[in-house]
Structures are given as structure tokens and as C-alpha cells.
């Protein structure tokens, strides 16, 4: 083979793909610029074409970088390139040009190996820049070994840039199982530092979209991670391969409007993480629906009705029977004491004057009392005080405040926690509506409409030419009815937000699928809370047991899918460290030995030649350390970041690089992180497997045992 010929015969390939790109953006430029201007269209069929439009332009814009990146070849000789998307000649009867990395056709691309080939006699992947195909290496099947992992190691190798960067030119075959695993549940995908479960689970996101599609997109997808900078840092990777219906969120975002703070003591998250905080939030409900102490008396206009605790016993009891909402069952306790209170003054009032014969003036005079409550000061005040209207903030709050259980007491009941989030949104249900708000909105409602639907009628009467003419057409006279009515729908104001935005702002969303990453942290009652997001339990689970540091979180994956899946769950596992070279995972995989011994550490692909160190410092020589190693890596390519325990100078502490990656890592006073028990160890483990290239310790105290062993020298890295 020819290497020069058959690069220039790549080059023009790929020129004339993305030539046939240009033209396919520039026909759904036109129909977009068709739907905006939306001849013949109504308002509604023109914002679907228009969003359709925008949505196409959007993954044609994404395509271009990277378009083909790679080529098959079978023992029948077919040839078969694979790209970001799928591109198609018109004039061919649709002949394939390039297949969407994610059909069936192109599953060889990524799972092809020496002992079972399926039936590929080359695979080729090309190594571009911009437009332009500068190289490819193959891999033969068959034969002698070509380019084999070549591409791989360069993506793995490379310095690491602002965000993850999507794999679709270098998925594995152990990787590419799980994107495309057909189970309609929940998956778990399990894998230490490294493994690539994250990248893994987004790809999964955009394979599903590409297979089901119709489904997906009417709800979106959910993904949500353990904290900012971890969302910041992923969220690249499905824009990059051409999808956005994706709302990304920290379980402390899970609220609309809500912005968790602060931080719980591991007893108080423990205790609201478990299911058993269910029954203390319905405690402290029913706490709330009391009996008064004494008789309170209600002054009406001809006579005094006392609300006595026998009245009360039996509203409380038929309400709570209703089954409703706290809140919209006060409707039913305020009916059964105006019934009592009603029935009482009746029988005082008619005393003399009305006889039970006298149907209508019963009637009457009930409907006079029933008004008369219902405007009563006092009457008002006393619902409000046996049956009061709760928000769930107000609940938590009393419940913090009211002493009933030391370990959730708290002096500041509104800088909410992330353990908040879930029983704040446990109360939305168990509470309910103010239903008197809602029926007041909905007359607001109806009368704004009544409103419109009049100017809309005044307006159609103004454009008339010729009124006798047309009082005299009956017919026309309901067709100038129903343009009327046409004419008040162009009134309402549409929602013309994304879907994004939409599904972000909603807490009764529903998502067609969801992600959860760092998984082994969520409690219980945040597993609830993703639940109801997602009814047709959709999820694609990626978390490691071994990383868990939430005393509330997992310690088996049963134990929180069982209550909602069970027997629809599945189980996958990562077992290769792609990020992590062998000379930190050896690190790391000591200090796993002493903390989770039955736990396998994942194999790492390489090696980085460079050897983790470590170095005693005092504590007036901590900064000036830090800052050397800060210094030394700003003069280099890639990422670098200081991890510690909390309160040391420019250090951030693990738990907040959870799922992110950096060139280089130093890690502060190991000695200290170890500290914290369970959660300290599983804090260092992923300190020290944050980096792919280069890794550091400086330490005040004695060096945790597993840092200790022949894995870490006693010197700096480039030092003398």
C-alpha cells in the first residue's frame, strides 16, 4: 500500500463528505428561514418547524469537527466510513456516504478484535485537524498489526483542556456494549477512576436518542451529577455530538428555585437521607392539625357558635379519611365545621319564627351563615390555627425549631442543605396546593379570558365593512364568532421557551430518561425524588461503591432499586482505567487495599513514565511548596489542580473533584483527609486518581501506610 496515494484518495473522500455537509446545512438553513417566515402556517405548526429546524442546524454544526474518523473495511470487500453523523446521496437512491457512529452498521467499528473480527479485514482511523485528514493508522485483522491502539493512547495521553471531551472516535469494545445495551430499566454501570463510566453514560444519552428519538424527546433527559464543576465539566460532551434536550443539575437543584447551602452533620444527614424521615415528616403534619384547648367562640351577626374540641375531633378525622394532601383537605375539616357551626346558630336563630317544613328558609338562612363564616375574622383565624395552610418550607422549619428530635435541630431553618431537597419535595406532595389560591387563580383566569375574547369581538366589529349586510347572514355571524375566538387565542402568551428551560423551571417534569453519576452517594430519599422525575424508571446509573464518603449513601445497589425496580435492573462493570497511569493507580490501589479490600482496582492501558512523590513539609513550608508546584505547572500544557482537607490556602477539597480529570495533582496533607474514617479514605482515593500525568504529596504529618510503599519516591519530580 501506497501511504501517500491512499491519504490523498482519504482527503478527497472526506472533502467531498463535507461538501455534501455544506449542502445539507444550507436545506435546512432554507426551511428554516421558511418556518420563521410561516406562510399558510398557524402560530403552533409554525414553532414546531421552527424548532425542528433549529434542532437540525444545531447537530449539522456540531458534525463539523471530526465529521469521519474512521473506515471499515469487510472480507467482501464493502468499504464503510464512520462519522458523527450519517450523510446520504441523494442522486444514489440514499446510497450511505457516512453512517452515524451509532447505527448498527458501524458497531464493528468499535467492537471488531483479532479473535472475533466480525468479519472486518481493516479498520481505519484517521487523525484530523479541522477539515483536513493529516493522518490514519490501521489495524489489520487477519494479518500483521497495524495502527492497533494507536489512536486511543493519543486521546488518553493528550494534555486535558477546559471540560470532557466526547470518545466517539475511540470507544471500546467493553464501553461500546453498555452504550448500545438494550434494557428498557434501570442500568448500573459500575467502574473505578478512570474507567470512563461517565463518558460512557452520555454517550449512552446520545445513542438513545439516535434509537428512540420520538420517545425521548418529548420529555428530555435529566442528568444529574454531584456538584457544579463536575456538571460544568461534562457538559460539553452532548452538545459535541449534536444533543440538547439535556438539563444538568446537582440533587441540590432538584427544587426549581430552591439553592442549597449548607452542610448537614453526617448523624442529621444520615437520619434525613433514610426512609424512616417519612414518617417523622408525617408526624410533624399531623402535629400541625390540632384540637383546640378550650371552645373558641365566633360572633356572628344574631348569635355566638363555639368551635369545641368534639367538632374538631370529627373534621380532623373525616379530612384525614379523605385522603388528600394536607392542604386540600382543609377544604373538607372547614366543611364539616361550618356544617356544625351552621346547624347550631340555625337552631338558635329560628327559634320561634321557622319551622323544619320551611325548606327554602332553612336554605336560606344556612346560605346567609355559610357567607357570614366564611367573612368572619375569627372563624378564619381558627381554621387557621387548628388547620393551617403549610408550606414546605414553614413545615421543615417548625419541624427544626420544635425541639421533637435533637439531631435535626438548627438555629438557621432557611440556609437549606442538600438533605433538605428531597424532603422539601417529599412535602410538596404530602402537603398539596392551597386550593383556595388555585380556584382563586383559575376565576382570574376566566375572567381575564372573558375579556379577551370581548376585545377580540369589538375588534372584528371595527373591521367590518358593511354591519347590516352581515347581522343579516347568519352564517357569517358565527364565522365572525369563531374569528373572534381566534382572534383572543393570539392574546394568550405562548410558551416559547426550550425545552430545557421549561423542564428546568417545572418540578412535576417528567423525563423520558435519566442519569445518575456519582450514584453511590445518593440516599433514599433522594432516590425518591428521581424516581417521580422519571415514572418509566428510564435510568442509566454510573457510580463506585468504593468511592461512597455519604453516610446516608449507598452500600449496595439493591438496597436503593429494589423498592422501584426490582427485577429490572442490571448490573455492568468497567474494568480498564483509561485516565490513570499504572504508576499512580498503583497508589491508589494500595490505599483501596486497606480501606475496601474486597474491591479489584481497574487495569490501567499505560504507563506515563513519570513516578508519583511525596515530600515532608512544615507547616511554615506548606505555602511556599504549594506555590513552587503551582509555578512549575504553569509553564506546562494541560490542567493542574491542589486538592486538601478543608481550610488549606488554594486547595479544593475532594469531594469537589469528584468525576473531573487533570494533568497534574498535589495533594495536601493526606494524614488529614484519612482523618474523616470511611469518608476520609474514600476523599483520598479520589484525590489520588485524579491525575493522568503527574502526581504529588506534601505532608505535616506521618504518611498514611499506603502512600509509604516503593510506588512514591522522595522527590519531586524534575528535582535534584
Known amino acids: 500500500m501506497n501511504h501517500d496515494k491512499e491519504l490523498r484518495s482519504e482527503r478527497g473522500y472526506v472533502a467531498g463528505l463535507y461538501a455534501r455537509l455544506d449542502a445539507e446545512r444550507a436545506r435546512v438553513q432554507g426551511e428554516h428561514e421558511a418556518a420563521l417566515r410561516g406562510h399558510g402556517a398557524t402560530a403552533v405548526e ?15 454544526h456540531v458534525a463539523d469537527s471530526g465529521l469521519c474518523f474512521g473506515r471499515l473495511d469487510t472480507g467482501a470487500g464493502d468499504r464503510s466510513y464512520i462519522g458523527r453523523i450519517g450523510l446520504f446521496d441523494e442522486e444514489d437512491d440514499y446510497e450511505p456516504l457516512l453512517l452515524d457512529w451509532r447505527a448498527p452498521a458501524s458497531r464493528a467499528f468499535y467492537v471488531a478484535t483479532a479473535a472475533t473480527p466480525e468479519d472486518v479485514r481493516r479498520r481505519r482511523q484517521f487523525h484530523s485537524r479541522g477539515r483536513q ?36 472516535a475511540t470507544i471500546q469494545a467493553e464501553q461500546d456494549g453498555i452504550i448500545r445495551l438494550d434494557h428498557p430499566g434501570v442500568l448500573v454501570v459500575e467502574g473505578g477512576p478512570g474507567t470512563g463510566k461517565t463518558v460512557v453514560a452520555l454517550h449512552r444519552v446520545a445513542y438513545l436518542l439516535y434509537t428512540q428519538r420520538e420517545r425521548i424527546e418529548r420529555g428530555g433527559v435529566l442528568v444529574v451529577g454531584p456538584n457544579p464543576a463536575f456538571l460544568d465539566h461534562i457538559s460539553r460532551v452532548l452538545p459535541s455530538l449534536g444533543e440538547s434536550d439535556v438539563v444538568f443539575v446537582t440533587t441540590g437543584d ?76 382543609r377544604t373538607v375539616f372547614a366543611e364539616i365545621v361550618i356544617y356544625v357551626l351552621t346547624e347550631r346558630a340555625i337552631a338558635r336563630i329560628s327559634r320561634g319564627w321557622l319551622t323544619r317544613t ?28 387548628l388547620w393551617p395552610v403549610l408550606t414546605p418550607e414553614s413545615l421543615l422549619a417548625y419541624l427544626y425549631t420544635s425541639g421533637g428530635h435533637p439531631t435535626l435541630a438548627r438555629a438557621d431553618v432557611e440556609a437549606w442543605t442538600m438533605s433538605d431537597v428531597p424532603l422539601l419535595d417529599e412535602l410538596v406532595d404530602l402537603l398539596g396546593r392551597d386550593t383556595s389560591a388555585d380556584r382563586a387563580a383559575e376565576q382570574a383566569a376566566a375572567r381575564e379570558r372573558q375579556a379577551e375574547a370581548e376585545y377580540a369581538a369589538g375588534a372584528m366589529d371595527i373591521l367590518a365593512l358593511d354591519r347590516e349586510e352581515m347581522d343579516e347572514d347568519v352564517g357569517l355571524a358565527a364565522a365572525n364568532l369563531l374569528h373572534a375566538e381566534d382572534l383572543a ?69 439493591g438496597t436503593m432499586l429494589d423498592p422501584y425496580v426490582r427485577g429490572r435492573w442490571a448490573y455492568r462493570s468497567l474494568t480498564v482505567n483509561y485516565r490513570t497511569p499504572a504508576e499512580i493507580m498503583a497508589v491508589a490501589a494500595a490505599l483501596l487495599t486497606e480501606f475496601a479490600p474486597g474491591v479489584t482496582p481497574p487495569e490501567s492501558v499505560r504507563v506515563c513514565g513519570v513516578q508519583p512523590w511525596s515530600r515532608h513539609v512544615t507547616g511554615d513550608e506548606l505555602p511556599a511548596a504549594i506555590e513552587q508546584f503551582v509555578q512549575g505547572e ?4 494541560g490542567t493542574s489542580v491542589v486538592i486538601g482537607p478543608a481550610g ?16 497534574a495533582v498535589l495533594v495536601v496533607e493526606p494524614e488529614r483527609i484519612l482523618a474523616d474514617g470511611a469518608a476520609g479514605a474514600a476523599d483520598l482515593y479520589v484525590a489520588l486518581t485524579r491525575a493522568t500525568q503527574r502526581l504529588g504529596v506534601l505532608h505535616r504529618g506521618p504518611l498514611p501506610s499506603a502512600l509509604t510503599g516503593p510506588a512514591v519516591t522522595a522527590t519531586p519530580a524534575g528535582s535534584g
Not at 145 to 152: C, P, Q, S, V
Not at 634 to 637: F, S, V
Not at 648 to 663: C, M, Y
Request: charged share 35%.
Open 46 to 60: 409554525r414553532d414546531v418547524e421552527v424548532r425542528a429546524a433549529a434542532k437540525q442546524m444545531k447537530r449539522l
Open 133 to 168: 485528514v493529516v493522518d490514519f493508522a490501521d489495524e489489520e485483522f487477519g494479518g500483521p498489526g497495524g495502527g492497533g491502539d494507536t489512536a486511543l493512547l493519543a486521546a488518553v495521553n493528550a494534555p486535558r483542556g477546559e471540560g470532557m471531551r466526547d470518545i466517539v
Open 254 to 329: 432538584l427544587v426549581p428555585g430552591l439553592r442549597a447551602t449548607a452542610e448537614d452533620t453526617p448523624d442529621a444527614a444520615r437520619l434525613k437521607g433514610s426512609l424512616f424521615i417519612l414518617d417523622v415528616l408525617a408526624a410533624a403534619i399531623a402535629d400541625r392539625q390540632r384540637l383546640p384547648e378550650r371552645p373558641l367562640p365566633i360572633e356572628l351577626a344574631d348569635t355566638e357558635v363555639r368551635i369545641d374540641a368534639e367538632t374538631v375531633q370529627w373534621a380532623r378525622e373525616e379530612a384525614r379519611a379523605s385522603g388528600l394532601p394536607h392542604n386540600e383537605a
Open 358 to 385: 320551611d325548606r327554602d328558609g332553612w336554605e336560606q338562612l344556612r346560605a346567609d351563615l355559610v357567607k357570614e363564616l366564611a367573612e368572619n375574622e375569627a372563624f378564619t383565624a381558627a381554621l387557621d390555627e
Open 489 to 557: 387565542d393570539r392574546f394568550v402568551e405562548r410558551d416559547t421557551r426550550e425545552l430545557v428551560e421549561r423542564a428546568a423551571a417545572d418540578r412535576d417534569w417528567t423525563y423520558r430518561h435519566v442519569v445518575v453519576d456519582e450514584a453511590q452517594e445518593l440516599s433514599e430519599m433522594e432516590w425518591r425524588v428521581l424516581m417521580r422525575r422519571c415514572p418509566s424508571r428510564s435510568f442509566t446509573v454510573v457510580g463506585d461503591l468504593a468511592q461512597r464518603r455519604s453516610a446516608a449513601g449507598a452500600t449496595a445497589w
Open 634 to 637: 504553569a509553564g506546562r500544557d
Open 648 to 663: 488549606v490556602p488554594n486547595a479544593v477539597v475532594p469531594s469537589e473533584t469528584k468525576g473531573l480529570e487533570f494533568d
